[in-house]
């Protein structure tokens, strides 16, 4: 049997094995990221002779990342659009198509956010996934849309059956249509996206076209069967438009059956959202079709802009703003306690969009969407939370929360300095 100092010989020189084997590695892998980065093939080419093994050579192209961005080698490549070392990876290296940098972007989503098409086109012929979406809810669709890029939007959709995929910043179709990027507004609705839908960005497509003035999309939209009086808070499409100058938007709501008489949480109807901002163009074109409401002394246009704008209207209606934000903050709270977040969830983005400036609204949405494990939206609100109040002051019970998240950082970062080479720890500590 060996003694302890036997033992602890052979240890020491396996450990300093172990560690000339990293360093090896680490100067492979760094060897590797900057041909990469030149476009050098013939240098990757030659590493790949040295390092011998190609199972070995293969782990560091898929392994080897820049720490700050998650980004491996063939992610690199395909954002910069180097078509012949992309090539060379996936046909000669055979590296993984579908890894993952930090934000979990595909290399595929890294082409598209170049605008690479030839490369694009190469990946998704090799089968890279086009449906992937990163923390912000982006998949590569969401990016060739903010890229402008119609010939990218057609090859995307070609592959992927998740036209409504959400994000951060909307579905394909609301970004598009908030571009005014009419072609690839009806190419979307050719391969199925829904004209009404909506979800973390609270405005409908139809809402968006309205407000980005694209009068184009905007038409699409109502042809492809867009419901006028769908919304979900703030606003209604025919609200928003009837503040605005250029009324062509307002007539054409009216002539698809939206409804005048509707009401944001009880509060105002079209024609006194027109008489707010004193838009009289509004006011007359609203005004045939509006049921008379029983406060107003005075219904006629005039009279509707004059009332409107007192200062017994203004008192009236942050009476009832308070009152409904009251009621909706004990409902909220009612609904999180049964852990019927969904519910809480709709009852908080109106107060949101009731009053916007007020952080403490999307502080109790983000818990809410937090417990719902929406941790991608949770995030966005409470970065947008900070933006709203730096000092704010975080209740104990959304203080639970927060704690946790520290707590699960504490151990990512335990995890990642007992064993720093290691993907996954890596990814953890992120």
Not at 118 to 130: D, E, G, N, P, Q
Not at 210 to 232: D, I, M, Q, W
Not at 312 to 320: H, P, R, V, Y
Request: contains cysteine.
């Amino acid at each position: 049997m060996a003694s302890i100092s036997e033992i602890g010989n052979l240890i020491n020189p396996l450990s300093m094995l172990r560690e000339l084997i990293l360093q090896l590695v680490k100067m492979a892998g760094s060897a590797v990221f900057e041909a990469g980065a030149k476009g050098d093939l013939k240098q990757l080419k030659a590493i790949r002779k040295k390092v011998g093994d190609e199972l070995e050579f293969r782990k560091i192209c898929d392994e080897y990342y820049d720490f700050s961005s998650g980004r491996n080698v063939l992610h690199h490549a395909a954002g910069i659009g180097h078509f012949d070392i992309c090539k060379f990876l996936i046909e000669g290296v055979q590296v993984y198509i579908n890894s993952f940098t930090s934000k979990r972007d595909t290399p595929l989503a890294e082409a598209v956010k170049g605008g690479h098409i030839k490369t694009v086109k190469f990946l998704i012929k090799h089968r890279a996934v086009s449906g992937f979406a990163n923390n912000e809810g982006f998949t590569p669709l969401h990016y060739a849309v903010l890229k402008d890029n119609i010939e990218l939007v057609q090859l995307l959709l070609m592959g992927c059956g998740l036209v409504d995929r959400d994000s951060v910043d909307g579905t394909p179709l609301q970004i598009a249509v908030s571009r005014g990027n009419v072609e690839a507004v009806k190419c979307l609705l050719s391969r199925g996206a829904n004209p009404s839908f909506y979800d973390a960005v609270a405005d409908t497509p139809l809402l968006c076209a309205v407000k980005s003035r694209s009068f184009e999309c905007f038409n699409v939209l109502l042809e492809a069967g867009a419901n006028p009086n769908v919304h979900y808070t703030g606003l209604s499409p025919l609200g928003f438009a009837a503040k605005q100058d250029d009324t062509k938007f307002l007539k054409r709501l009216l002539e698809a059956k939206a409804n005048p008489d509707s009401f944001l949480a009880d509060f105002t109807k079209p024609i006194q959202d027109a008489a707010m901002v004193r838009n009289r163009a509004a006011v007359e074109i609203l005004f045939p079709v509006t049921e008379q409401i029983e406060h107003y002394p005075n219904w006629t246009v005039d009279g509707i802009i004059e009332y409107t704008n007192s200062e017994e209207f203004k008192t009236k209606m942050e009476n009832n703003m308070t009152i409904c934000l009251a009621a909706i903050d004990i409902r909220g709270k009612q609904y999180a306690s049964n852990k019927e977040y969904t519910d809480s969830i709709i009852n908080y983005r109106m107060a949101t969009h009731l009053e916007p400036s007020n952080p403490t609204w999307v502080l109790k949405l983000s818990t809410c969407e937090a417990r719902m494990g929406q941790c991608n939206r949770a995030l966005f609100n409470v970065q947008k939370c900070i933006r709203l109040k730096p000092d704010l002051a975080v209740p104990y019970h959304e203080g639970e929360i927060a704690y946790e998240i520290v707590k699960k950082f504490l151990m990512a970062c335990l995890a990642f300095s007992l064993d720093p080479h290691n993907r996954k720890t890596g990814d953890a500590f992120r």
